[in-house]
């Protein structure tokens, strides 16, 4: 039988536990740190997965490129907006591995409204302080592309509603929560008992208060992120990634 999020990729060190997977190259399980899902089951709302070329929403999946209009696919319909990127749902293989760290790639090819080809790569090194994770892209192709990425994780509430979390130091309570905030030189976030951090080539961080059905506010989201929402047609904080250039950067989450 295959599970819905592929090939399981398990870490271990320093009594922690993480399982990445396959299907999006994301964090399924992590427990008592992020709000993860069963192996028997598929991602919704996002959790632990890898968004890439570009986090967030664009309103009508419309923008321009190098004069060129480009028109990606709406896959929220609700809002009208294509969100998150095009490997939430591909095959990532894993391209080097041991105990405590995994490198999982995947090449994204050309396809209507993203006519470039890029080459993903994500680390994830778990130690006894906690999970680091590095993110890489490459330009495969020979124009320049345009891109953004984010990754998606969910800080567990230990009381099961964020309500009682701590957000460096302010207490959540009943508010709703989904904001942008503009974080540049790297940041360093506590949530509850952990740490989110990111490098200064996440200059950009999404907090979202988990108003979902499915997430019922049991987590809290803490995204870093490279640029705003509806980057691609503002062209706010893209990467413009010329043939062979790559960009990299760094983030994770600490327990001690």
């Known amino acids: 039988m ?15 536990r993480v399982v990445v997977v396959e299907v999006g190259g994301g964090v399924r399980e992590w427990n008592g740190v992020l709000l993860g899902y069963a192996a028997d089951e598929m991602c919704t709302a996002g959790r632990g ?17 190098d004069g060129a209009e480009l ?27 041991e105990p405590s760290r995994v490198v ?19 680390e994830y090194r778990l130690a006894e302080s906690g999970l680091a994770v590095r993110t890489e892209a490459e330009n495969l192709g020979n124009r320049a592309a345009p891109f953004g990425a984010g990754h998606h994780p ?14 460096g130091g302010e207490s959540i309570g009943e508010r709703q929560v989904d904001e942008t905030r503009h974080v540049p030189g ?18 950009w961080q999404q907090v979202f ?36 250039e790559s960009w990299s950067g760094g983030w994770g989450i600490e327990t001690a």
Do not use: K
């Open 2 to 16: 295959t599970l819905p999020s592929g090939e399981q990729f398990e870490l271990a060190a320093g009594g922690h």
């Open 154 to 167: 969910y800080v567990i509430a230990a009381t099961g509603r964020v309500d009682d979390l701590l957000l």
């Open 186 to 203: 790297g940041w360093r976030v506590g949530v509850g008992d952990v740490t989110v951090w990111a490098d200064e080539a996440w200059p």
């Open 209 to 244: 208060t988990g108003d979902l059905p499915d997430i019922g506010r049991r987590g809290l989201a803490v995204e870093p992120m490279t640029c705003p929402p509806q980057a691609l047609r503002t062209g706010e904080g893209v990467i413009r990634l010329e043939p062979g």
């Open 49 to 65: 997965q890898v968004l890439a070329p570009w986090p967030n929403r664009l309103a009508e999946g419309r923008y321009e490129w």
């Open 104 to 122: 999982l790639e995947h090449v994204l090819h050309p396809q209507p409204g993203y006519p470039f080809a890029l080459r993903l790569r994500v």
């Open 71 to 97: 028109q990606l696919p709406v896959n929220e319909v609700t809002n009208g907006s294509a969100i998150h990127g095009l490997v939430r749902w591909a095959s990532w293989r894993a391209v080097e591995q």
